[in-house]
């Protein structure tokens, strides 16, 4: 049987108008539960045996969903055990960052099976972008058998804002010179799945909602924190992604109207405040009045910033505090305005954790509501570099487990 090739946004399940089908429940009921029976799915969801039987003798065929062996009774027949098969399919995950690519292939759990990332300068090179992303993804599948664990799909994350009605396009001022397209179609035709699409903080979220910090939480905000500044919302259990796909554009807004330019054409954005080159900026322009800091003593990097900060170098820590009340100031009006039961803070500047939670906090106590600030925790990605590597594998996980049938290409050998 032949495989239909997709490309499109990683948006299947965004109509929250539409109910949950009830293969779509029993599915995830069996994802959750790992181990369940058909009589106890029946049990909970209110239905009859024979309907459950039926959906899942359909969902056997997917492969997704197996019989795994006898139960414990309770008194009659021991049932048939049915398990969710998380090694039965393989999922990639691209992670196109501004200043690096990052490839991680897992299983259906989340389980990492082999990882890929290197530095590279993706605003300045399209081309060379999409060949590294193809390399990165080729070493990543060289490591599995795919005969055995097809590719199910592959999600991708990109630093720009994606329409759900036109994924083939990108941002002509978040990748200048990619002439507002991506161009990754090719990965469909190369490896004959389909291809989701959407923004990289939306896939930091997905992957703290799923894995991470922000698990069992509805309501929240990550907030990305690199080259640029993103935010991913989660509502009521799903991505917002806005009308046309730019909602979480939390670098643009506006800290002080007549603060430095900024990329976007407008000034005092919180980008030029604690965007990666702003901090590095900033401290380079510094080292005068610092000359014992220990970033007097090679190239400053966020590396050697993160490492002086650690060190409590007076130079960095000051870098650091600056750039983590400006953000603050903006999660306050962020909690204001939503009130999120929680923030997440992921990229490279939060891997000094405390030196940026505190000040954070303090510059959000100062601006808040006592009552919005009560009920919203901020706090640090738990997934580190691979968040969104990590969130664009799981993109394809949720379209397959909110819409099985429609989205799982099927293996010719089946």
């Not at 293969?23 to 181990?35: A, H, K, P, Y």
């Not at 909690?335 to 039961?341: A, D, E, I, Q």
């Amino acid at each position: 049987m032949s495989t239909t090739v997709r490309c499109e946004v990683g948006v299947p399940s965004a109509d929250l108008s539409r109910p949950r089908s009830l293969s779509t429940t029993i599915l995830r009921l069996i994802w959750d539960e790992e181990l369940i029976s058909r009589a106890e799915i029946a049990r909970r969801l209110d239905v009859s045996r024979s309907t459950v039987s039926e959906i899942v003798d359909g969902l056997i065929e997917t492969r997704l969903i197996a019989e795994a062996g006898v139960g414990a009774s309770n008194g009659g027949r021991r049932p048939i055990v049915l398990s969710f098969q998380d090694e039965a399919f393989t999922l990639m995950g691209v992670d196109v960052g501004a200043s690096h690519v990052s490839v991680v292939v897992t299983d259906l759990r989340g389980h990492v099976r082999a990882w890929q990332r290197r530095p590279f300068d993706v605003h300045a090179d399209a081309d060379g972008t999409r060949a590294l992303v193809q390399s990165l993804c080729d070493a990543c599948l060289s490591s599995i058998d795919l005969s055995a664990t097809p590719l199910l799909g592959i999600g991708m994350a990109l630093p720009s804002p994606v329409d759900p009605l036109h994924p083939e396009r990108v941002s002509r001022i978040a990748l200048k010179r990619w002439n507002g397209v991506h161009g990754f179609e090719m990965l469909c035709e190369r490896y004959s799945v389909p291809l989701l699409i959407d923004n990289d903080a939306n896939l930091g979220a997905l992957a703290e909602h799923w894995w991470g910090a922000a698990r069992g939480l509805s309501n929240f905000t990550f907030i990305k924190i690199a080259t640029g500044i993103g935010a991913g919302h989660f509502i009521d259990g799903r991505i917002y992604r806005g009308a046309g796909g730019v909602a979480g554009e939390i670098g643009h807004v506006t800290v002080d109207v007549h603060g430095n330019p900024c990329a976007c054409g407008n000034r005092g954005c919180l980008t030029t405040y604690v965007g990666r080159p702003e901090m590095l900026s900033h401290a380079r322009s510094l080292l005068p009045e610092y000359p014992d800091s220990l970033l007097q003593r090679g190239e400053v990097t966020m590396s050697s910033l993160e490492a002086a900060a650690n060190a409590s170098d007076a130079l960095a820590s000051r870098v650091v505090q600056e750039a983590a009340e400006h953000l603050g100031s903006v999660v306050a009006s962020l909690l204001n305005l939503m009130n999120p039961s929680a923030v997440i803070l992921g990229g490279s500047l939060c891997r000094l954790r405390e030196r940026v939670l505190i000040p954070v906090r303090e510059a959000v106590m100062r601006r808040t509501f006592v009552s919005a600030v009560a009920s919203s925790e901020i706090l640090t990605s738990a997934l580190g570099d691979r968040a969104i590597a990590i969130g664009a594998a799981t993109l394809v996980l949720d379209a397959v487990l909110s819409d099985p049938r429609a989205r799982m290409p099927v293996p010719s050998s089946l």
